[in-house]
């Protein structure tokens, strides 16, 4: 008897605190669906809803640039509003993150009255039975108060809205391997913190025009370990999407033509990199959902989209969320285990691309208009509202373009001290050499070293061929091990192997190894370098092939002579070789944890 007074005291009162409607009607409601607030009154209807209802704590998880807030609204029945507290209860975690774009702002919308339908009016209070919600309202807060009515041409609403980038000029959706921005430096200590077991991220989508409101990714296997693949497919995404489609939204996956606003020529998934939202929680072994509402369909009917597809969501995980955490339990389990013996035939995938085969789709687009433009010079393309339903090739085939073996870990001399700080960033667990030690290290060479021509995201993305190497190395005292076997260690992978698409390297964190600082003067390299291929017939013949071949070095005095400085005894040994090294026999290393 007692436990069901508890339970009356603890539903009725939010039902009554409602009170009048009017005063939960959020700015968007009372525009008709065609403004969103600001910063501030985002923030005072959040702690709105914190004052009216115990479920509820508004939370700062950082700060910004320009020195505001990062908000995190937690909603639990239990009160459970800290990591320890929400494991302890044994429901699932689910984090739904809106405004990384802050122009694409659909998800806030969506989620201050989906909050205030769980917590205060007592409509959907049942998706806090097993679930534990934490909304970060805007995330890119800096970007978000950039308002004006002019941010997203292709977009059809709000009236105004915020900017895709930071105060930094930075996106924030794609650095969150690199983590230079202090936005996803607070979000991945929010992230590890948590360790959420389904992760959504809120967007509006660019791109061809066609029927459908909202749009999705998921990541696929082997992107994403399998188990929890098989969940996302036969439970997340089997139990939401009807739901959705029987609000009166129609949805379908996001869409990419293989050829520029030609659907006859198919369309296209695959998986992302993890500098995006959705990669970066695979390499986590979370599910994650990106939500891409279409950009042309009007404001009212994309929030209304957006929430009914997180509501649909919520529910799916709320109704089984054992099934959910097993599936990630085992996936944690799976990577901590990879790492503690080496096999040199188990593979690890780094990159992915799509293969030739395909499968027929049904499509429901607008019956297109081209013709020759007058402005341009080129094809215009214009859409109609005349329906046409299109059975059109889906290419989806997700096939691995590069891999490596999972070595049991990975050493770092003690100089390159930001990729300890990364690391530590990403809550990657790492030891210290307390003294000199030579171990036998795989590593790589790095040739035909290219830089992108214009900069990306502030850095000049690298592009290389590189020689795997096997050698004794010295490695000084005060070396970083980075051990394979932990929970992140996917992550740790992708960072240090130089052929992870976001890897150190890629990014340019690693550039001063590429760099030439010791030269030989012309007159001393000419005698030298004339002593070098008398004395050695394979490397003049070498040269001499080289001369031969290439026009330009054969005119350019200075690349040839430099050529020989740079086969002769006195070049840089270190010029081109990663300092990083790959342990795969087990050693007993005298190391210490770095707290």
Request: with cysteine.
């Amino acid at each position: 008897m007692r436990l069901g007074i508890l339970c009356v005291v603890l539903t009725v009162p939010l039902v009554l605190r409602a009170g009048n409607k009017e005063r939960w009607v959020t700015e968007f409601e009372r525009s008709g669906g065609l403004r969103t607030p600001r910063y501030a009154g985002t923030m005072a209807y959040c702690r709105k809803l914190e004052a009216s209802s115990p479920w509820v704590s508004v939370r700062a998880f950082g700060i910004s640039p320009e020195g505001r807030k990062l908000p995190l609204v937690i909603l639990s029945r239990d009160r459970a509003f800290d990591p320890r507290s929400a494991r302890k209860t044994g429901k699932a975690v689910i984090l739904i993150q809106s405004g990384i774009h802050a122009g694409e702002i659909d998800g806030k919308d969506a989620s201050l009255m989906l909050m205030r339908d769980i917590a205060v009016t007592g409509r959907l209070p049942h998706l806090l039975d097993s679930t534990v919600l934490l909304f970060v309202p805007i995330f890119n807060v800096d970007g978000h108060e950039r308002f004006g009515p002019f941010n997203r041409i292709n977009q059809n609403g709000p009236e105004e809205m915020g900017w895709r980038t930071n105060a930094q000029n930075l996106n924030l959706n794609r650095d969150y391997m690199k983590c230079e921005t202090p936005e996803m430096q607070a979000m991945l200590r929010l992230f590890n913190a948590w360790l959420p077991d389904l992760y959504v991220d809120c967007h509006v989508t660019d791109g061809i025009d066609f029927q459908y409101d909202i749009t999705y990714a998921v990541e696929p296997p082997p992107y994403l370990d399998p188990g929890v693949g098989e969940w996302v497919q036969h439970t997340l995404l089997a139990e939401s999407l009807p739901a959705v489609e029987r609000s009166g939204h129609k949805i379908f996956e996001y869409v990419f033509p293989r050829e520029d606003r030609d659907l006859s020529k198919g369309i296209t998934g695959g998986a992302s990199t993890p500098r995006f939202s959705t990669g970066f929680a695979a390499l986590e072994n979370r599910p994650a959902v990106l939500i891409e509402t279409h950009m042309l369909k009007p404001y009212r009917m994309r929030v209304e989209g957006t929430y009914q597809f997180l509501k649909a969501m919520i529910a799916a995980v709320n109704r089984r969320p054992s099934i959910l955490r097993a599936a990630v339990k085992r996936a944690d389990d799976a990577v901590i285990l990879a790492g503690k013996k080496y096999e040199p035939g188990r593979y690890f995938p780094l990159a992915f691309g799509i293969g030739p085969g395909s499968e027929p789709k049904v499509f429901l687009g607008w019956k297109e208009l081209r013709d020759r433009s007058p402005l341009s010079g080129g094809e215009r393309v214009r859409y109609t509202k005349d329906t046409v339903t299109l059975v059109v090739p889906w290419y989806g085939q997700v096939t691995v373009t590069d891999s490596a073996t999972v070595p049991l870990a990975y050493i770092i001399p003690p100089e390159w001290t930001f990729v300890a700080e990364k690391l530590r960033a990403h809550a990657v667990a790492m030891e210290r050499l307390t003294r000199e030690t030579t171990l036998d290290v795989d590593s790589w060479k790095f040739s035909d070293v290219r830089y992108a021509s214009r900069p990306f995201e502030g850095r000049h993305m690298v592009t290389f061929a590189e020689t795997p190497t096997h050698e004794r190395r010295a490695f000084p005292a005060g070396s970083i091990v980075v051990r394979t076997a932990q929970r992140a260690g996917k992550v740790v992978m992708n960072l240090l192997e130089p052929k992870g698409p976001d890897s150190f390297v890629a990014w340019g964190y690693f550039d001063v190894i590429f760099e030439q600082k010791e030269y030989a003067e012309s007159y001393v390299m000419e005698e030298e370098g004339a002593k070098l291929v008398a004395k050695d017939t394979a490397l003049a013949r070498e040269y001499a092939a080289r001369v031969e071949a290439d026009t330009a070095f054969a005119r350019n005095p200075g690349a040839r002579l430099n050529w020989l400085y740079q086969h002769s005894p006195w070049r840089d040994w270190l010029q081109n070789v990663y300092p990083v090294g790959r342990i795969t026999a087990p050693a007993g290393l005298p190391a210490e944890s770095i707290r």
